[in-house]
């Protein structure tokens, strides 16, 4: 079985990180970090670059976790894409960062979070993140 997290690098991805490794590590299993880009990688904040990339695989190897990071270039939808990875590698719980969104903020823009909670075939550990 597989933890699955959902990260980005900030304070809430951060925040999921390390929520993850705690539970890869209660249940002893695998652990995958997986970061997705919208279509215009250049401008999407939620990509992590190599070098953040090549950070987290030295802090999970560091920790001496069975660790994979995985990066999915240029989709439109990141509920759709964790969600996949989730039922590809049969993840037994998704961890995802929270942020508060007012109403209007979740009609208008939709919620990623939300659609994991509500579509996903496995649990979800949602936690709250600093936003720096």
Do not use: F, W
Not at 80 to 91: F, S
């Amino acid at each position: 079985m597989t933890v699955l997290v959902g990260y980005v690098p900030n304070g809430y991805g951060e925040a999921a990180l390390t929520a993850a490794v705690g539970e890869a590590r209660r249940r002893r299993e695998h652990l995958l970090v997986v970061n997705m880009s919208r279509d215009d990688v250049l401008a999407d904040a939620r990509r992590a670059d190599e070098e953040q990339l090549a950070r987290l695989r030295r802090d999970l190897d560091e920790l001496g976790l069975d660790a994979e990071v995985r990066r999915i270039e240029q989709g439109n939808d990141p509920a759709e894409a964790i969600l996949g990875v989730a039922a590809e590698v049969d993840a037994s719980v998704i961890v995802i960062g929270l942020r508060h969104r007012t109403p209007v903020g979740k009609l208008i823009m939709g919620s990623v979070a939300q659609r994991i909670l509500l579509d996903a075939q496995c649990p979800v550990l949602a936690v709250k993140g600093d936003a720096a």
